[in-house]
């Protein structure tokens, strides 16, 4: 089915999928299976050839994925969707994709860790350098992209100071240099942030977040042209082989259907929250794109539906006093990763960017005493009370 003209909350629903082609089963049937028949010998022929279409094995192609596939490539406004087995399958099957040795990579000044850690061995094996911006003008752009530059590495909103890059912006200079921009569009997921529609050309989402939103799968995606996708199916998705398992895909197109609705909840009460904390005697410094204080609020207006569902903030004291909250917590859980249905708190510090040399650390704006909430669905005052009670402690 294909619904061109169909809003971001039918499309998450109906995308890839006609019942009426599988005997009229309402859910998306789960194809746990690892190879495919074939009538005839020719046709087996046929389809290794590329002359038929058809499934051959699961790590080429897979039903159930391929309809995951072609939901997120509508819902990111892309050509080509590429389902993958965890964000950082996706992540390096795209960074492979468009480098090769000796090559330059312009990231932003935050990436997510394993991205980090991903190009650092990329350095170290294949000569393939990487340079940090904030990329706050066109002109800082422009004197940072060299001969070599492969591609330009973003994400917005900057995990975990929430500080915003202007996608429009570097996609104009990127275009200057015929040079491709990819964005980890984790942090919003297309219902709050659509980088292709701003003349970026690859999307990627680690599906674990957001996206599939129960905490219970680990996924990547990627979206973008199909000529460069079809490439990465070929290449780096083929022959690497970090495929997604059709039990993911079913996963994540039972946890797509609710995203419109689960991100205004998210996005609601941290609002919410965002109030509450910001006022708290011992809460020092807060970061939250949605903050109408924050330098880079005018972005987050410009290209985002609304602030999301993350918060960043300094509690006041030391790192002991950071762990102490968190030890104060009766109900709210102490976890890395986001976007799912509970609450979920953690020192970055200590956590997320414990691998991050101190002083480089403390550079991007994480302090000891920084923690990152991801706001969950519960009720905002349940949430806040919790919160209140094990700041109050500090
Ligand atoms: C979690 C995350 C990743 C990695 O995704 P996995 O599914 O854990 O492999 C990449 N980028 C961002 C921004 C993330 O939050």
């Not at 970090?242 to 205004?264: E, F, Q, V, Y």
């Not at 985002?304 to 030391?318: A, C, E, P, Q, Y």
């Amino acid at each position: 089915m294909t619904n061109e003209n169909k809003h971001f909350e039918t499309t998450v629903i109906h995308e890839g999928y006609d019942s009426k082609e599988m005997l009229g089963s309402l859910a998306t049937p789960l194809f746990q299976t690892s190879t495919y028949t074939f009538d005839t010998a020719e046709q087996g022929e046929r389809r290794f050839a590329g002359e038929e279409g058809g499934y051959v094995y699961s790590r080429l192609g897979n039903p159930t994925v391929s309809v995951l596939e072609e939901r997120i490539a509508a819902l990111e406004n892309g050509e080509r969707g590429l389902a993958f087995g965890s964000g950082m399958a996706a992540v390096s099957a795209i960074l492979i994709a468009l480098t090769k040795a000796n090559d330059h990579v312009l990231c932003s000044s935050g990436l997510y860790g394993c991205t980090f850690g991903l190009l650092s061995m990329m350095k170290d094996k294949y000569n393939i350098s990487h340079d940090f911006s904030e990329m706050r003008t066109k002109d800082e752009i422009h004197s940072l992209i060299k001969p070599e530059t492969a591609c330009i590495y973003v994400e917005t909103p900057i995990n975990p100071t929430m500080k915003l890059i202007d996608l429009q912006m570097v996609a104009e200079v990127a275009k200057e240099h015929g040079v491709p921009v990819v964005v980890d569009n984790t942090f919003s997921s297309p219902y709050l942030q659509r980088p292709l529609n701003l003349g970026c050309d690859v999307v990627l989402h680690s599906a674990t977040k957001y996206l599939g939103g129960h905490g219970d799968v680990v996924a990547g995606l990627a979206v973008g042209k199909k000529d460069f996708l079809d490439e990465v199916a070929m290449t780096t998705q083929k022959d690497i082989g970090g495929i997604m398992a059709p039990m993911d895909a079913w996963l994540l197109l039972r946890g797509i259907k609710t995203l419109p609705l689960r991100l205004d909840r998210h996005c609601d009460n941290a609002e919410k929250i965002f109030e509450k904390l910001r006022s708290h005697p011992n809460v020092e410094h807060i970061y939250y794109p949605g903050d109408e204080n924050n330098p880079d609020n005018a972005i987050c207006k410009k290209q985002m539906k609304r602030g999301g569902g993350l918060i960043s903030f300094d509690v006041r004291g030391t790192k002991k006093d950071a762990q102490q909250f968190l030890n104060h917590l009766k109900f709210l859980k102490i976890a890395v990763s986001l976007g799912d249905a509970e609450t979920l708190i953690q020192h970055p510090a200590t956590m997320t960017h414990s691998v991050v040399p101190e002083d480089v650390r403390l550079n991007m704006g994480i302090t000891d005493q920084l923690i990152r909430l991801s706001v969950g669905l519960e009720h905002w005052e349940d949430v806040w009370a919790d919160l209140e009670q094990a700041l109050n402690q500090l």
